[in-house]
């Protein structure tokens, strides 16, 4: 969308039968709770709707592990205005939090601000007009929009700002983006377990295979590592692991450079079996235990039988809470078409992708906004700041100062290792359903390898 039709997508913003409703954000995640800050500051009126049990609920869910980058790229800039007034006291901004003390140390005193304005159990079922369905025309942009929850409640607003990311929809195991055989009967447990706490019971002993060639994979093939009499298979549809292993010591975030530094080297001494070329067909359960087979497109076939299988493949969008509303969206992607180019992983690493707020971010329907991980469909390029300045845009062309939510500004180290091809570019993130956007992870390494970098 061209940046001179934002006012006229968004001119109904604050008149009309709107005017007087507030603007609801769907996920309290890190992106969700910026949208919130950034709400509160203009003093607009909003609601967040939460469908876990407690804020973030979808980060506490790898509150395990640590993310890549300090704390002084993870806090939103509105946020933080509103917490130091608070007399809230910045956690060390070199320190590397875990997904728990992200948490507790900044999502949670940060919603505590807002009260009973994110409301929690709220599960976002549907959204549409109120008295239009999807083909109707005249009088839709002064409608409300009508949001029904799980429960039945339904709920009227003025624009909406779904930052509900995509941990809910995880990829599947099998190749071509389609399951493989058998996939839905096996048991195959999905990014990030708890392999040294919670889970470890699940893996230590057991023969473990992980597939994916992301992040995700690498954190938990280092844990695994770590455990004794736990024989461990990685395998990957690429012919070699170098975008994996990323950058070492040259990486601009060298937490990330670390745990590739490490991964290659345990592939290198054994102790994880690297198998390349590996494209997920079949899964059989047999007395000897779980048989995974690959089918290249050659038709070249290999087996390898485990007990337990990790698949850390990523995540799609679900647009399906939005299909009664007017979208546009990239048939490739799955972003808006005027985003597409500006992520497409073909072109752009994480560190590369332009600034873009709400011009991009706009869909035929007016005021609703799709941000953070959700709004970067299928492309790994994303990062946590990325989203901050999304919604920072996003509210600022909500409210009507056209000025601000052009001037979108965005300052990332170039790192190379967000770069993929697009057949793996699934593979590369961690998309989390609260709007945790883009959680670049690692496991837990000591605090004096911290230097500069974008966000995690």
């Known amino acids: 969308m061209r940046r001179g039709t934002l006012a006229a997508q968004d001119g109904q913003a604050a008149s009309g039968q709107t005017g007087d409703l507030p603007v609801v954000v769907i996920g309290a995640g890190p992106v969700g709770l910026a949208a919130a800050a950034h709400l509160a500051e203009r003093g607009i009126d909003f609601t967040v709707l939460e469908a876990g049990d407690r804020v973030a609920a979808s980060v506490a869910r790898w509150g395990h592990v640590r993310v890549f980058s300090p704390y002084r790229y993870n806090i939103d800039a509105a946020a933080r205005r509103l917490l130091e007034a608070d007399g809230w006291s910045a956690p060390d901004a070199d320190w590397l939090p875990t997904g728990a003390e992200l948490i507790d140390d900044y999502l949670a005193p940060l919603a505590k601000l807002f009260g009973d304005r994110v409301r929690l159990g709220a599960e976002v079922t549907a959204i549409s007009r109120l008295g239009y369905d999807r083909v109707r025309t005249t009088g839709r942009d002064q409608a409300p929009f009508l949001i029904r929850l799980d429960d039945g409640a339904e709920l009227r607003a003025r624009a909406i700002i779904d930052a509900s990311g995509t941990y809910t929809s995880p ?43 992301g992040h995700s994979a690498a954190t938990t093939l280092l844990a695994l590592a770590d455990l004794e009499n736990t024989p461990i298979t990685w395998a990957i549809r690429a012919g070699d692991a170098t975008r994996t292993y990323g950058g070492g010591a040259a990486d601009a975030l060298p937490a990330r450079g670390a745990l590739g530094t490490r991964l290659r080297a345990h592939v290198a001494s054994g102790r994880i079996q690297l198998l390349t070329g590996f494209f997920t067909h ?45 979208l546009d969206l990239d048939p490739v992607l799955g972003s808006t078409r005027a985003l597409a180019p500006l992520i497409d992983p073909n072109q752009h690493s994480c560190g590369t992708v332009p600034a873009h707020g709400a011009a991009e971010l706009a869909h035929p329907e007016p005021r609703y906004y799709a941000v953070g991980v959700k709004s970067y ?22 409210a009507g100062d056209w000025e601000a939510a052009r001037d979108v500004r965005l300052d990332l180290p170039e790192t190379g290792v967000c770069s993929s091809s697009l057949a793996e570019a699934q593979e590369q993130r961690v998309g989390l359903t609260t709007g945790i956007s883009g959680g670049l992870l690692s496991t837990p390494i000591p605090v004096t390898t911290v230097g500069g970098g974008c966000c995690g």
């Open 171 to 213: 990829n599947v195991l099998g190749a071509s983006g389609l399951p493989a055989h058998g996939e839905h009967e096996a048991v195959v447990d999905h990014a990030l377990p708890d392999v040294l706490g919670a889970d470890r019971d699940r893996y230590e002993g057991k023969r473990v295979l992980v597939v994916g060639a």
């Open 282 to 326: 079949r899964v059989n359960a047999t007395d000897q235990g779980v048989e995974v087979i690959s089918r290249d497109p050659s038709g070249h076939e290999q087996t390898v039988t485990v007990d337990r299988i990790v698949s850390a493949t990523g995540y799609r969008p679900d647009h399906s809470i939005a299909s009664e509303l007017r």
């Open 377 to 398: 469909g299928r492309a790994p390029t994303f990062l946590m700041a990325t989203g901050y300045e999304q919604v920072r845009s996003v509210v600022a062309a909500i």
